[in-house]
């Protein structure tokens, strides 16, 4: 496995992509508040929930352009994980980014993640989601 | 019109020639209605409407009128919708009476009441909305300085201006007298004493309000009247009224021989119609007055018709409003071609008088014949209540209720209808009786809202088909209980019972994760002593939410303030900083575009000039947008989240701490400059506002709360726009509470007069305390008043009469609040740990969000518009002075190049 830092230039790097990029340690998130992180120069927000598992969606409130929802309030609805935007409320399903209230919202990019020894890995490309 | 030519073309079919003309003649509760319900039925636009009114004001809740001297201005008392006055097809002359009517010719003449020329007005059809002037009988004396009647705002203003002024000249209360005992003599009687002044109800007949209640029920109540301090003399004719050596009115004479000095007196005899123009103009009136009507409120002239008060009708004025609307609405469908008839008046009255509960309906007197009467009369306790039904005793016919009208609601509109269940059910007080009300039958047909006309069955459709979930979006869409308000209790009643048939959730959880409302959750939390999110969702959660449930964006913010409205840890500790707005989380206002402003507080608008220099550099270092706020501070926008502890470092160094624009909790004291400078000032309101404002900083609550404190009766700082306004008198301060700006604007109602500045920081204390221990999630304090036990006079109950035994618990946990506040910005700047969140990105924490964009707008900058950045207008956020102190710690990971 290779871990490759990301500085806020990479995105141009040359070269061999790596699939993942180590982003930061677990313990430098706090369990159910997010942290936006840098990926690749795309704005990601990453949560750590209760049970140590990290979810990646995009930073950027489709409602609003803001880059923002990682500081949203993290909860639950029924079993899914959920972040509401911070500006208007609308509530994203952390583990699909699929808009659950409204109904009809539009779906948050995600990200796989992984954490190994401690530390959070991203994948470098989106994984799914319609545009942003 | 030929002013609005575009908008009457937009709003209506009719071309401008087409269009009838009505002239309605007075403008009084029932013109308003008249034009309101033509103005909502003739889409087409065929009418046009001039109404001329004496008074010089619209139309306004004269019904309410005594509520003037409760606080409530004149404004206050506004009826309905003020765009009905900007119509294009309705004008309204105001101070121009009618002086003539030519019936032939078809026009009225109108006097400007300035020296201008009269004018005559031709019209298709007329309506006569005149109403009644006050009676004054001819004794002696009542052209005297100091005798009013009771029937306008400008005689209601005179009044208040009269005692005031006597209250000033005499080193002594005001003695006032108030003759003829009926429903408006009484009310007169407690706004005299609402003004502080001593009155007596002097009643000529055997007891008071006799055209309402019989002798028992009089008697009851002229117990309950003098409870308020009224004394009442009954049997007593008034012979003449004496001047004082001033000239001004100075005693009352009796025929027993009686005296009574005075220093005012109101003459509430009763009333006369406002007939003149029908006998000017050789059209009938009654045999005590009044235009004689047909069932469709049409006179003998097919053109000239009467409503409201003015109007005789079968035989009789009827001196109530709802009638009166009643009218208007028949008037209206007349005009548009319906054959509408009035369907007979509900005479049912309830004494508007704090504290004194009285009401009558229906056949009051018994007179139908083989009725029976049910009495319960307890005067001990000083209750008279009274029902008459058919002989057989089960059809309703009318009621007396004095000292306790709880069964008003529910029974007038059951009158001519069989009881469901026991009558005397309904003769004691709910609940002691142990018979139930069976106020769930109500038939669809019957009246709830006699005001507006509204059948239990609209109310109950309200729900059913209109979706409204609750009393307040049901009133709006019903007008049930938008007048007097008597009938709110059924409404409620009927709301909640609709609810739930409809399986509709009436319950007040708060979301998923908790069935408790936040009253009930802070009373748990208060017990339990619980003190993290996990062990309260544990304890108090929904049981049936799923393994795995972690709360939501509704209920943690509520668990955050409850916690800190019961220890007042700080915001961001521990756990409780995940349960935080982004706002609270770090302490600053989110805007649009994903930065944050910032308020340092500055106590009761006060700020050095130092302290405003510190403030310019604050914000010319980091390119902050300033705004000054309507709270008297200063507000400073786009600030990054990574600037806002560098922001602080140099606020908190210039003396500033948080002003808690973020929080659900105390905002500011707005304040007048007072008796310090203010040549008006009668105390030093600056002052008290910046005591009140370092008490209660830091304060969470429900829902964001402000206050104002004015130096005088001038109320500069808008006080009464406040949750809690404060008005500085000669003798200490009146407090007002419940106001508030905003989406339903209010205005502050009065809690207490004249209190000291002790009493009245303890008077503040509890009501916030209260306030703060049963609000709802976002209730502000006048919808909170409005829904506590026993409403305002409920709330004046516990935290001045402590009749809930609470009010040392409310001080107590106010005098913690003050012991250990301190200023959240400082704690949080000597934290390492609680920086950490200001990193704008984990893994490179003081970069600059890539995505802002600014462009400059009356010499500062603003976020760009999608189109300004599409067209390359734009700029990237200005970047940190470079000479700022690093505060928050670089990644963990060590970049590898
Ligand atoms: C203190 C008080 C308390 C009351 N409480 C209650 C209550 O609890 N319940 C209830 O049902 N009713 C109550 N009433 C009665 C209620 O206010 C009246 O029934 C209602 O206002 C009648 O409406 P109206 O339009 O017919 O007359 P008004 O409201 O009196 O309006 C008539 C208007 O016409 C104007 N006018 C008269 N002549 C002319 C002219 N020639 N040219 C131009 N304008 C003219 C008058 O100045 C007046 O403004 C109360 C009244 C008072 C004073």
Redesign the interface.
């Known amino acids: 496995m290779s871990i490759e830092a990301d500085p806020v230039t990479a995105q141009d790097a040359s070269g061999p992509v790596s699939p993942w990029i180590a982003v930061c340690q677990l313990q430098d998130l706090v369990p159910e508040r997010g942290a936006a992180a840098l990926v690749r120069g795309e704005q990601v927000a990453l949560f750590r929930l209760v049970d140590d598992t990290v979810r990646a969606v995009q930073h950027q409130d489709p409602f609003t352009g803001a880059h923002v929802l990682a500081r949203g309030i993290v909860g639950t609805r029924g079993t899914t994980p959920t972040v509401a935007s911070p500006l208007h409320k609308q509530v994203f399903d952390l583990r699909t980014g699929g808009c659950l209230d409204p109904a009809d919202g539009p779906t948050l990019r995600t990200w796989d993640v992984r954490v190994e020894e401690g530390v959070v890995l991203v994948s470098a490309a989106p994984e799914s989601g319609g545009p942003s | 019109m030929s002013e609005h030519p575009t908008q009457a073309e937009s709003t209506t079919t009719t071309p401008d020639d087409a269009r009838r003309h009505l002239v309605v003649v007075g403008g009084g509760m029932v013109a308003q209605r008249l034009v309101e319900a033509l103005r909502d039925r003739d889409g087409a636009g065929t009418w046009r409407i001039s109404v001329f009114a004496e008074e010089p004001r619209p139309p306004y809740d004269r019904v309410a009128l005594t509520s003037y001297f409760s606080g409530r201005d004149a404004e206050d008392l506004a009826l309905g919708d003020p765009a009905l006055w900007e119509d294009p097809l309705v004008t309204l002359h105001r101070g121009v009476a009618v002086t003539g009517l030519d019936r032939e010719a078809r026009t009225v003449t109108t006097s400007t009441g300035r020296a201008g020329a009269d004018r005559t007005i031709p019209y298709d059809e007329l309506v006569l909305a005149t109403g009644s002037g006050a009676f004054v009988p001819p004794i002696p004396g009542t052209d005297l300085p100091g005798v009013f009647v009771y029937r306008t705002v400008d005689d209601v203003a005179a009044l208040r201006g009269w005692v005031e002024e006597q209250g000033r000249r005499w080193n002594r209360p005001v003695r006032g007298a108030v003759i003829g005992g009926g429903l408006l003599g009484l009310e007169a009687a407690g706004a005299m004493q609402a003004l502080g002044a001593q009155s007596t109800v002097v009643q000529f007949g055997t007891h008071l309000m006799s055209a309402q209640v019989d002798l028992g029920g009089g008697e009851a109540l002229r117990r309950l009247i003098n409870q308020l301090g009224v004394a009442v003399r009954v049997s007593t004719a008034t012979t003449r009224l004496r001047p004082n050596r001033r000239g001004t009115v100075g005693g009352l004479e009796f025929a027993d021989g009686g005296r009574l000095d005075v220093d005012v007196v109101v003459v509430a005899t009763g009333i006369t119609p406002r007939d003149e123009l029908a006998r000017t103009s050789g059209l009938a009136v009654g045999a005590r007055g009044g235009v004689v009507v047909d069932e469709s409120c049409r006179t003998a002239d097919p053109h000239v018709w009467a409503v409201g008060e003015v109007a005789c009708i079968g035989g009789s004025c009827i001196g109530l409003v709802a009638p009166g609307y009643a009218m208007a609405e028949v008037v209206a469908d007349r005009l548009l071609g319906g054959q509408a008839v009035f369907p007979g008046a509900d005479t049912a009255t309830k004494l508007k008088l704090a504290g004194v509960d009285v009401a009558s309906f229906g056949d009051a007197f018994a007179q139908t014949p083989g009725a029976l009467e049910l009495v319960h009369s307890d005067p001990v306790a000083g209750v008279y209540t009274k029902l008459v039904l058919s002989d057989d005793a089960r059809t309703l016919l009318g009621g007396v209720l004095v000292g306790d009208a709880s069964a008003y609601a529910t029974l007038r509109p059951m009158l001519g209808r069989e009881l469901s269940g026991d009558p005397s059910a309904y003769l004691l007080p709910e609940g002691v009786s142990g018979l139930s009300r069976g106020d769930g039958d109500l038939p669809d047909d019957a009246t709830v809202c006699s005001c507006n006309n509204v059948s239990a069955g609209t109310v109950r459709g309200a729900v059913t088909e209109h979706g409204c979930t609750d009393v307040a979006s049901a009133k709006v869409c019903t007008r049930a209980g938008t007048s007097c308000g008597s009938c709110l209790p059924l409404v409620k009643k009927l709301v909640g019972a609709e609810l739930a048939k409809a399986g509709l959730d009436v319950s007040t959880a708060l979301c ?2 908790f069935a408790l409302s936040r009253r009930q959750l802070f009373d748990a939390v208060r017990i339990t002593g619980l003190r993290t999110f996990s062990d309260v969702l544990g304890r108090h959660g929904h049981d049936q939410a ?8 509704i ?3 509520v668990v955050a303030s409850i916690l800190s409205s019961l220890d007042d840890g700080h915001v961001l500790d521990g756990e409780r ?6 706002n609270d ?2 302490m600053a206002n ?1 805007q ?3 930065t944050y402003s910032v308020v340092p507080r500055m106590p009761g608008g006060e700020v050095t000039p130092e302290g405003l220099i510190a403030v310019g550099q604050v914000a010319k270092d980091f390119d902050l947008y300033t705004k000054i706020t309507g709270g008297q501070r200063v507000d400073m926008f786009g600030a990054r ?1 990574e600037q806002l502890p560098l922001i602080w470092r140099r606020l908190v160094d210039a003396g500033f701490e948080s002003g808690h624009a973020y929080g659900k909790s105390l905002r500011t004291v707005k304040s007048c400059v007072g008796s310090t400078w203010c040549r008006f000032g009668v105390q030093d309101s600056t002052s008290l506002a910046v005591a009140l404002e370092l008490r209660y900083r830091g304060l969470r609550a429900p829902h964001k709360f402000k206050l104002g404190v004015s130096g005088c009766a001038r109320e500069c700082a808008e006080a009464r726009a406040k949750d809690v306004g404060i008005i500085a008198t000669d003798q200490g301060w009146n407090v007002y509470v419940g106001g508030n700006g905003g989406f339903t604007p209010r205005h502050a109602q009065l809690l207490a007069e004249d209190l000291d500045t002790e009493t009245l920081v303890r008077t503040v204390d509890r009501f916030l305390m209260y306030y703060i221990r049963t609000g709802d999630r976002l209730q502000r304090t006048a919808p909170w008043i409005e829904e506590v036990e026993g409403g305002l006079g409920g709330v004046r109950e516990v935290i001045m009469e402590d009749s809930l035994g609470i009010a040392a618990e409310l001080d107590a946990a106010m005098a913690a609040h003050v012991d250990r506040y301190e200023d959240e910005w400082r704690a949080t700047l000597d934290d390492p740990e609680k920086l ?2 200001f ?6 924490p003081t ?1 600059p ?3 802002l964009a600014y462009v400059t707008e009356r010499g500062q900058r603003r976020p760009a518009t ?1 189109e300004e950045r599409a067209a390359g207008l734009a700029v990237a956020s200005s970047p940190t002075p470079a000479d700022e102190p690093m505060l928050v710690a670089g ?7």
Do not use: Y
């Not at chain 2, 799923?546 to 964006?553: A, I, K, L």
């Open positions: 998923e994760h799923p393994v795995g449930s972690r709360g939501c964006d209920c943690k913010p900083a995940t349960l935080q707005d982004t989380h770090v989110l649009k575009d994903g989240l950490q969140r990193a704008s990105f984990v893994n490179a970069e969000d890539p995505s999608a990644p963990t990971l060590e970049v590898r190049a």
